[in-house]
């Protein structure tokens, strides 16, 4: 029997998702179960053995003559609030694809292929990410976390997962770590475009800090109180924010430098504001680049025009750049190479579950380009072209580290 089609699966899991215009699939809700139900059951039709883990974490397994021997693929379903249909699922799609494409074309791999549908990366429903990951590799989650409705991790994940694990034939483990990690992604960014590349084969991700600055001045009248006798947070907090936007535009091209959440109080037209809190986003590959710049922030926060102001600045993310496998990297360009497609090297600006995993396990990336760099959005598009050429060249990536007795055939 012919498997199921790449854009087969594509359609009815972005359906399952409901009619709103972006795709709705947080996790633990119901479309999230219907995604991963499918997929459970298209790869026990195709033969693969299907196992899910306490996350909800689902794992296919193509077994090789050498079951102890791993070598992974995958990504995540879930989603943003109405997010795109192709961040995540893309990777999880493509990855059966490719399965099933070896399965059909040469049988019983040396090595097991394992394809990994990741519960949760995006941190939209609890204040956590990268959880399916962190589970997988036996890093701790909070299940006491909560989402807007009071409704606890743990209790969501079990009433979901209990679910999962009622389906026929559906084995309960963890199962080991694999030998490599080979994520398929869209880029979420212009760079492929713009260059008019195929593939964008990664070379790491950036490093990410994220602070949270507050400023306290006195809130008062605004119509009563003179210009020079007002300690406003909200004027010293832009004052900051400009100068932090010269600086790292100074420090490197590369650096980003986002002020993502504004937090004014009391925030009514006729007062002065008395406390403001925002957050600052950055990232850059170099570490060094990123102390440099946490440094500058420090610095120029205590230079704030009025010197009456309080000020307190805590950093509650610090995640450093993380560096691929060299030797999957250059097994990827070369089959880039091979197959005719265009490609360039380049580091992800986003995190990815790809960087969980390079904590325990070989691990790369293959890009493809984002039209217009639009990502967690309705708008999100790759055009199938160039979905079939990163689902190509990860075939045959997976092929040459899984059949290890057979010629790499690329065509």
């Known amino acids: 029997m012919k498997p199921i089609s790449f854009g087969e699966t594509l359609v009815t899991i972005t359906a399952l998702a409901g009619s709103q215009p972006g795709q709705n699939r947080l996790v633990y809700t119901p479309a999230w179960v219907r995604a991963q139900t499918a997929l ?17 974490t689902v794992y296919l397994d193509l077994i090789g003559r050498d079951p102890s021997t791993v070598i992974a693929t995958g990504s995540h379903m879930d989603t943003v609030v109405d997010g795109g249909r192709f961040d995540g699922l893309y990777g999880v799609l493509g990855g059966f694809q490719a399965l099933t494409t070896l399965q059909q074309r040469f049988g019983q791999p040396d090595h097991t292929l394992r394809l990994i549908s990741f519960s949760e990366e995006e941190g939209s429903r609890f204040p956590v990410t990268f959880s399916g990951s962190k589970h997988y590799i036996h890093q701790a989650v909070d299940g006491t976390l909560t989402d ?13 997962v209990t679910q999962l694990l009622a389906l026929p034939n559906v084995h309960h483990a963890r199962p080991a770590l694999p030998q490599s990690f080979t994520e398929l992604h869209i880029e979420q960014g212009p760079r492929l475009e ?3 590349r195929q593939i964008g084969l990664v070379t790491g991700l950036v490093g990410q800090r994220r602070l949270t600055i507050t400023l306290q001045g006195v809130a008062n009248h605004a119509g009563t109180t003179p210009m020079a006798q ?8 832009v004052w900051l924010i400009n100068r932090l936007r010269t600086l790292a535009a100074t420090l490197s091209p590369d650096l980003t430098f986002t002020v993502g959440q504004l937090d004014v109080t009391p925030n009514t037209p006729n007062v002065i504001p008395g406390r403001v809190s925002f957050t600052v986003d950055f990232r850059h ?8 710049f946490e440094d500058l922030i420090h610095q120029e926060a205590h230079q704030v025009p009025d010197a009456t102001l309080t000020l307190a600045i805590n950093r509650w ?4 750049p993380v560096v691929f496998d ?22 992800s600006g986003a995190g990815h579950d790809s960087g969980i995993m390079s904590r325990v396990t070989p691990t790369a990336m293959i890009f493809v380009p984002s039209v217009a760099g639009i990502s967690h959005a309705p708008a999100e598009f790759t055009a199938p072209a160039d979905l079939d050429a990163g689902i190509h060249l990860l075939t045959a990536s997976l092929q040459a580290q899984a059949y290890v007795t057979q010629e790499v055939t690329v065509r």
């Open 40 to 56: 459970i059951r298209w790869g026990q039709d195709a033969g693969l053995q299907a196992t899910v883990d306490d996350f909800g």
């Open 148 to 160: 807007a409705t009071g409704t606890t991790l743990a209790t969501a994940q079990h009433a979901a």
């Open 194 to 196: 713009q260059a008019r």
């Open 230 to 237: 007002r300690h406003d947070a909200l004027q010293a907090a």
């Open 285 to 292: 590959a170099d570490n060094g680049v990123l102390t440099r």
């Open 317 to 320: 993310v610090q995640d450093d």
């Open 326 to 347: 060299s030797a999957l990297l250059a097994t990827n360009q070369r089959l880039a190479d091979r197959l005719g497609l265009t490609s360039q090297q380049l580091v």
